[in-house]
């Protein structure tokens, strides 16, 4: 079949299935056939399973490429068509304010999506505060942390100390990394992918888990300003 692409058979099939149903679910509705990568086909077996996406461009030509992609070749362009195509896009869908729901506790959240196991928590906070230390020339002091003339809460004090905290939900992509956003030749030219864990949560998690990414993945040589 030309012009496909199967995103991956796992041993389990309990992701894509979820994955699956996520897309029928929120994506179908949520975002127009030019943003998304569109699925085709799924198939299982009692061990196996798999989920066929279209590829967004002319594979024979020009094969399309992923964010992570652009950004490490340097070209800031394609930053620019995320923020021009497919932000404006989602606000008005998944982001839209008819959508918000008040939700009860944020620190349960995020202990129970990103830090459900062991010393998961303690472990991330160390490595953070590691990474702080080597790349931002950071110093600790009690429970802030201080880079230059600012100062922070500790990430890990702030977004998990005990007690239930109100924010305001909606619908999210839930990984929108820059491996998860293709760019192609065909318009819109920008489509999402990966919809394992799309639903609900709060309203700036897309755009911190992108603009990570987009950090993480910029070229080496960009100075701290231009990123």
């Known amino acids: 079949i030309r012009d496909v692409a199967v995103t991956g058979v796992q041993t389990c099939a309990l992701p894509i299935v979820t994955e699956r149903a996520n897309y029928n679910r929120f994506v179908r509705w949520g975002v127009p056939a030019g943003c998304r990568a569109e699925l085709l086909g799924f198939a299982g077996t009692r061990h196996f399973a798999a ?9 024979a030509r ?12 340097g070209n800031l362009a394609a930053m620019d068509a995320v923020l021009e195509r497919c ?42 505060l590691a990474c702080a230390l080597r790349h931002f020339n950071a110093r600790q002091s009690g ?17 998990l100390s005990p007690g239930k905290r109100q924010y305001t939900s909606c619908i999210l992509h839930g990984d929108l990394n820059s491996d998860n956003i293709i ?4 318009q819109p030219g920008v489509a999402m992918l990966d919809f394992q864990k799309t ?10 888990h992108l603009e990570a990414s987009i950090r993480i993945n910029h070229p080496r040589d960009a100075s701290p300003a231009t990123i």
Request: charged residues 25%.
């Open 51 to 59: 989920l066929c996406f279209a590829d967004l461009g002319d594979t």
């Open 62 to 73: 020009v094969p399309s490429l992923t964010l992570t992609r652009h950004l490490q070749r």
């Open 87 to 128: 932000l404006p896009v989602l606000c008005d869908t998944w982001y839209h304010p008819s959508l918000f729901r008040r939700e009860q506790d944020l620190t349960r959240r995020y202990r129970e999506r990103y830090f459900s196991t062991g010393n998961a928590i303690e472990e991330t906070a160390r490595a953070m």
């Open 143 to 159: 429970a802030r942390l201080f880079i230059g003339r600012q100062d922070f809460p500790l990430p890990h004090l702030q977004s």
């Open 183 to 186: 760019l192609s030749d065909r």
């Open 199 to 208: 639903g609900r949560g709060h309203v700036l998690e897309d755009l911190l």
